[in-house]
C-alpha cells in the first residue's frame, strides 16, 4: 500500500540519521487505473460512431451506393455525429467535475423552476411516446452551481422519458425536508434489474447496451449525477422495480440561515 522514501541527513558528510517518508500510494493508485480504464472506454466509445461515419461516407464518395439510398446514408452519418456530440458534451462535464474546474458560481437556485424549465425542454420528445410530464410541489431554493444542477436534473429527467413505455407517466416533485431539500423524479418505465441497481451510476455501464444505443445513451448521465451531487453535498436515492417504473431522488443541504 505504501511507498517508502528514505533521505540521509548529512553534517560535515557524515550521515547523521535518515528522514523516512511513508506514503499512502493506494489511493493514487485507484485513481492512476480508474483514469486508465476511463482513457479505454472513452477511445471505445469515440471510434464506434466514428468508424461508421467514415464508412459511411466512404461509400457514398465511392459511388457505391443507389442514388435513392443516399439520404438513408446521410441519416445515419448524422444520427452518429449526434451522438458523438453528446457524448463528447458528458466526457467534458465530467472532466470539468473531477478536475475541480468548475467555474465556481455557487448562486441560489429555485429547484422547482429549474425543474420545469427541464420539464419544458423534454415535452416535445416525451409527448412523441404519449408520455406526461409533471411537476409539482414547493418553490425552494438551494444554493449550487447552476449549470451542473440543471445538467444532473435533466440527465434525471431525460432517463425517465428514454426508458419509459409508450403513454407512461413521469412525476417530479420537489419537497422541503427535515435533511434538506429534495427532488424526485419518478417513472412507469421499464425499471432496472435489481443486479444493476448497484452499478448503473459508474461510466459507461447501461444495462441493455443495445437498446442503449438504439435510443442514444452514452452510459455517462447518471455518472455525472453521483458526481455533481458529490460536488453539492447532496445524497442520492435510487430505487427501481423491473417493470414498474424508477424513482431516483436528490437530496441538496438546506441552506444555513
Ligand atoms: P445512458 O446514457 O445509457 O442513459 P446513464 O448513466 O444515464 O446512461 O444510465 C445508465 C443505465 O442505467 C442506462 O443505460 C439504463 O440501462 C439504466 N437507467 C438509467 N435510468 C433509468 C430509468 N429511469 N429507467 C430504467 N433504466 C434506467
Keep these: ?132 410530464l409533471t411537476v409539482s410541489g414547493e418553490r425552494t431554493e438551494i444554493s449550487g452551481v447552476r449549470s451542473i444542477v440543471d445538467e444532473m436534473v435533466y440527465n434525471l429527467c431525460d432517463n425517465a422519458v428514454k426508458y419509459n413505455r409508450k403513454n407512461g407517466r413521469i412525476s417530479i416533485a420537489v419537497q422541503k425536508t427535515a435533511e434538506g431539500v429534495s427532488l424526485t423524479v419518478a417513472d412507469t418505465g421499464i425499471g432496472i434489474p435489481t443486479a444493476d441497481l448497484d452499478r448503473v451510476f459508474e461510466r459507461f455501464y447501461r444495462v441493455d447496451k443495445s437498446h442503449s444505443k438504439e435510443i442514444g445513451g452514452t452510459g455517462l448521465g447518471l455518472s455525472i449525477v453521483k458526481h455533481g451531487a458529490a460536488y453539492h453535498n447532496a445524497r442520492v436515492t435510487l430505487e427501481s422495480t423491473e417493470g414498474v417504473g424508477t424513482a431516483v431522488t436528490l437530496i441538496f443541504p438546506n441552506i444555513p440561515t
Design 1 to 132: 500500500c505504501c511507498q517508502v522514501m528514505a533521505n540521509p541527513v548529512l553534517r560535515d558528510g557524515k550521515v547523521m540519521g535518515a528522514v523516512v517518508v511513508i506514503l499512502d500510494i493506494t489511493e493514487r493508485e485507484e485513481r492512476e487505473n480508474l483514469r486508465r480504464e476511463f482513457t479505454a472506454n472513452v477511445s471505445h466509445e469515440l471510434k464506434t460512431p466514428l468508424t461508421s461515419i467514415s464508412g459511411f461516407a466512404e461509400i457514398i464518395q465511392n459511388g457505391i451506393v443507389k442514388q435513392e439510398d443516399i439520404p438513408r446514408f446521410a441519416g445515419n452519418i448524422y444520427l452518429e455525429s449526434q451522438r458523438l456530440i453528446s457524448l463528447v458534451d458528458d466526457i467534458l462535464n465530467l472532466s470539468r467535475l473531477d478536475e475541480g474546474e468548475v467555474p465556481l458560481k455557487w448562486e441560489a437556485i429555485n429547484l422547482l423552476a429549474l425543474a420545469e424549465d427541464v420539464a419544458a425542454r423534454l415535452k416535445s420528445t416525451a409527448k412523441k411516446n404519449g408520455v406526461v
